[in-house]
């Protein structure tokens, strides 16, 4: 648990891990050179000897204090646990039992249960399979950082030229050869706040996340195209038909690249990411429906097609 001046939080988050039903586990807080009250909270959990705190004298950013909880570590899963989140009572349990009898699975998170001031929603991943996730991966995060237990001897370094984005970029390195699950569980309380690090430095989140998006694209062999693969997550609803056409363009050539991944995995993915580009492309209208149902990478589902229709009406429905 990486700790910068997180007082608001952390007695919550700390308690959350107190309260686990597994109990062979050690909590490691390193406080990276914080100001306010998490030293002095800190200190007043150090009564239970399970809680281990690592002190920086300087803040040195959430990587290097990630780095420095899990190098004085010893043991053989590592669980993640940001300061202003909050584990359910379950989670190392059911999260260690499920990986303990799947040797062959690395990493096993969970869906998120994500709070936003007195609101709660829960985190969405309809039909993503595990070989799915890494394809995920080279689009957007699907990983909610806190809800992680993975094997030790998987891990590596965060790096922090990747801060604020530092998981995902671990999570990416990883997925080349590691198998993900994401368990279908609401197995941690993610807080979305106006003090965490993506809402203060926005900025700094697009860069760590392009950044990210250029280091995939080039291993799996393509020249970037950052703009149109940026979009993908967050498509336009005006989008032009010369819009969709560079989508489509591009998404081939990434199918085609592919040397990475397993083939029907990626090409699921895309067909999804195509599906859902112009079902939002709301300006365009019924067109869109008809550029999609041409196009090689379409999958046509009666899921799909009423999706279609309830969007655009009998037009969409083909002739």
Not at 18 to 47: K, N, T
Not at 117 to 139: A, E, H, V, W
Not at 171 to 195: C, E, G, K, M, P
Not at 233 to 246: E, F, I, N, V
Request: aromatic letters at 10%.
């Amino acid at each position: 648990m990486p700790v910068y001046n997180g007082e608001r939080f952390l007695q919550e988050s700390i308690r959350s891990v107190l309260a686990q039903a597994f109990h062979d586990w050690e909590l490691i807080a390193v406080d990276d050179g914080s100001i306010d009250q998490s030293g002095p909270i800190l200190e007043d959990f150090q009564r239970d000897r399970r809680l281990r705190v690592i002190r920086l004298k300087q803040n040195q950013g959430t990587a290097t204090a990630r780095n420095t909880a899990v190098s004085n570590s010893d043991c053989e899963y590592l669980a993640f646990l940001d300061a202003d989140d909050a584990a359910d009572p379950h989670r190392l349990k059911i999260q260690m039992e499920y990986l303990d009898s799947r040797p062959h699975l690395a990493v096993a998170a969970s869906r998120a249960l994500i709070r936003r001031g007195d609101t709660k929603s829960r985190q969405q991943l309809s039909g993503l399979r595990p070989n799915d996730i890494g394809p995920t991966l080279l689009f957007r995060n699907c990983i909610v950082h806190s809800s992680v237990l993975m094997r030790r001897s998987v891990w590596e370094p965060y790096r922090s030229e990747f801060e604020p984005a530092e998981d995902y970029d671990l999570w990416a390195r990883l997925a080349a050869n590691s198998r993900f699950v994401i368990l279908r569980d609401l197995l941690v309380t993610y807080r979305d706040h106006q003090f965490g690090v993506s809402n203060r430095f926005p900025e700094r989140m697009e860069a760590a996340i392009k950044k990210n998006h250029r280091f995939q694209l080039e291993r799996l062999g393509v020249v970037p195209q950052e703009e149109i693969h940026r979009r993908l997550s967050a498509w336009p609803a005006d989008a032009t038909t010369a819009d969709l056409r560079a989508a489509e363009t591009w998404l081939l050539q990434l199918l085609a690249a592919n040397q990475i991944y397993e083939p029907d995995s990626l090409k699921r993915v895309v067909e999804r990411i195509w599906f859902t580009i112009c079902l939002d492309s709301w300006t365009l209208g019924p067109e869109a429906f008809q550029i999609y149902r041409r196009s090689g990478l379409a999958t046509l589902t009666p899921g799909r097609l009423w999706q279609f229709f309830r969007r655009f009406g009998r037009r969409a429905l083909p002739s």
